[in-house]
């Protein structure tokens, strides 16, 4: 990016934190209204809630700020990148959003948006979208080499398992038959559904065990049924059959289990209720691979109605001396008797985090709802753990950068 350029783009962010959010409503209505093909690609419930126009307001004023820096955006651009090719969005696509973040810059900006101003940003983002398709396009390259296909195609239903009162897993096999290849722990898969109005919907869901070549699994949380949230994830429940058959996209994520110099060094997983999922595939893998390296696993969950994977995860514990296992709940029932793992009662505190880990030097893994990540990550943070040793993974939408 030229100098003058950025010097530009740079300028507008006082006013684009100012009017982010309003920016990023009137993109969404201005983009839909003139291309409605591309609403499939967008879960309505982060547009309903907002979540959607205060990632992209966030995303717009992180690019402004870092656009001649790269490397401060590289992590984020990789997530996005995974999370484009996991819903199909390809090169043609680009230029529709181009296009109306121009109107709407022009909109909502008035006399601040000169053509000088509206230039840069067109020149800005034509570069954004070279780095995105670039990468994309490599990413789709892996998916057909790694994983044979790109794309969707066929999965069928062959079990259902009941793993709490909110959570059910399903077992996914390829209908062509074809072995499954590897994926990475933690690495997540798209289903595409049709629903009951004959609309097609998209939506990830995390891999819960680690790879095997017979099936995918997922375990997917039934949520409180309105218009917008839980769509998908309702369907699943209270009509997938087995038997039944349903589009699956390859692996996608980069929020996947990291090698360590270091043996010794622990891995403590910190998972907060559904979130527990991508970690579970981790741990699976990490003992299978690793018997020395200590793992930990902190579950938080509200109750034991809602306490998921119990059973798997007791067989894990007595089987594995490397892995501590420790379920805290907020609001636990009066039927404990059956708990034969450590069990605290109230939420996650540094008072436990002591207790359980007095060496705060691990890699952390840490999924789960927002206010528990972020208040987790301060607790980390106030123990003196590198951010370099924290790793995180939001279910919904992007919490920085996002176009």
């Given at each position: 990016?030229?100098?003058?350029?950025?010097?530009?783009?740079?300028?507008?962010?006082?006013?684009?934190?100012?009017?982010?959010?309003?920016?990023?409503?009137?993109?969404?209505?201005?983009?839909?209204?003139?291309?409605?093909?591309?609403?499939?690609?967008?879960?309505?419930?982060?547009?309903?809630?907002?979540?959607?126009?205060?990632?992209?307001?966030?995303?717009?004023?992180?690019?402004?700020?870092?656009?001649?820096?790269?490397?401060?955006?590289?992590?984020?651009?990789?997530?996005?990148?995974?999370?484009?090719?996991?819903?199909?969005?390809?090169?043609?696509?680009?230029?529709?959003?181009?296009?109306?973040?121009?109107?709407?810059?022009?909109?909502?900006?008035?006399?601040?948006?000169?053509?000088?101003?509206?230039?840069?940003?067109?020149?800005?983002?034509?570069?954004?979208?070279?780095?995105?398709?670039?990468?994309?396009?490599?990413?789709?390259?892996?998916?057909?080499?790694?994983?044979?296909?790109?794309?969707?195609?066929?999965?069928?239903?062959?079990?259902?398992?009941?793993?709490?009162?909110?959570?059910?897993?399903?077992?996914?096999?390829?209908?062509?038959?074809?072995?499954?290849?590897?994926?990475?722990?933690?690495?997540?898969?798209?289903?595409?559904?049709?629903?009951?109005?004959?609309?097609?919907?998209?939506?990830?869901?995390?891999?819960?065990?680690?790879?095997?070549?017979?099936?995918?699994?997922?375990?997917?949380?039934?949520?409180?049924?309105?218009?917008?949230?839980?769509?998908?994830?309702?369907?699943?429940?209270?009509?997938?059959?087995?038997?039944?058959?349903?589009?699956?996209?390859?692996?996608?994520?980069?929020?996947?289990?990291?090698?360590?110099?270091?043996?010794?060094?622990?891995?403590?997983?910190?998972?907060?209720?559904?979130?527990?999922?991508?970690?579970?595939?981790?741990?699976?893998?990490?003992?299978?691979?690793?018997?020395?390296?200590?793992?930990?696993?902190?579950?938080?969950?509200?109750?034991?109605?809602?306490?998921?994977?119990?059973?798997?995860?007791?067989?894990?514990?007595?089987?594995y001396q490397n892995f501590d296992w420790h379920i805290r709940l907020s609001q636990p029932s009066t039927n404990t008797s059956s708990t034969k793992v450590h069990q605290s009662e109230g939420y996650l505190d540094g008072a436990?985090?002591?207790?359980?880990?007095?060496?705060?030097?691990?890699?952390?893994?840490?999924?789960?709802?927002?206010?528990?990540?972020?208040?987790?990550?301060?607790l980390l943070q106030q123990r003196g753990v590198a951010s370099t040793s924290i790793f995180a993974e939001f279910f919904g939408t992007t919490q920085t950068l996002t176009i």
């Amino acid at each position: 990016m030229k100098p003058e350029t950025f010097d530009i783009i740079r300028q507008t962010v006082p006013v684009l934190e100012q009017h982010g959010e309003e920016l990023a409503d009137c993109f969404y209505k201005n983009m839909f209204r003139n291309h409605p093909e591309v609403k499939a690609f967008f879960n309505p419930a982060h547009q309903h809630d907002g979540t959607q126009q205060r990632a992209l307001a966030a995303a717009i004023c992180a690019y402004a700020q870092h656009a001649n820096d790269p490397e401060k955006l590289r992590q984020t651009i990789e997530l996005i990148a995974q999370k484009h090719v996991s819903l199909g969005i390809k090169p043609e696509h680009y230029p529709i959003v181009g296009e109306n973040l121009l109107v709407t810059l022009s909109e909502v900006l008035g006399e601040a948006a000169t053509d000088d101003v509206i230039d840069a940003w067109a020149d800005a983002y034509g570069i954004l979208a070279g780095v995105f398709i670039d990468r994309e396009d490599e990413l789709y390259h892996q998916q057909e080499t790694i994983h044979g296909w790109q794309g969707f195609k066929p999965f069928t239903l062959i079990r259902r398992q009941v793993e709490s009162s909110n959570i059910t897993s399903f077992y996914l096999c390829p209908t062509d038959q074809h072995p499954i290849q590897p994926y990475l722990p933690g690495q997540y898969i798209t289903l595409k559904v049709t629903l009951a109005d004959g609309s097609q919907a998209m939506r990830n869901y995390s891999l819960s065990t680690a790879p095997r070549e017979d099936y995918f699994r997922i375990s997917v949380k039934k949520e409180t049924a309105n218009d917008y949230h839980g769509v998908v994830s309702n369907q699943l429940h209270n009509n997938f059959k087995e038997g039944d058959q349903v589009l699956v996209g390859p692996p996608c994520g980069e929020f996947t289990l990291k090698p360590s110099s270091s043996q010794q060094r622990p891995v403590v997983f910190i998972a907060g209720g559904v979130g527990i999922t991508p970690l579970l595939a981790m741990l699976h893998s990490g003992l299978k691979h690793d018997h020395q390296r200590p793992f930990v696993l902190i579950q938080l969950a509200r109750n034991q109605e809602v306490l998921a994977f119990y059973e798997e995860l007791s067989v894990l514990a007595h089987t594995y001396q490397n892995f501590d296992w420790h379920i805290r709940l907020s609001q636990p029932s009066t039927n404990t008797s059956s708990t034969k793992v450590h069990q605290s009662e109230g939420y996650l505190d540094g008072a436990l985090l002591e207790q359980l880990l007095p060496n705060p030097q691990a890699q952390y893994y840490l999924c789960g709802p927002t206010t528990m990540m972020q208040s987790t990550m301060a607790l980390l943070q106030q123990r003196g753990v590198a951010s370099t040793s924290i790793f995180a993974e939001f279910f919904g939408t992007t919490q920085t950068l996002t176009i």
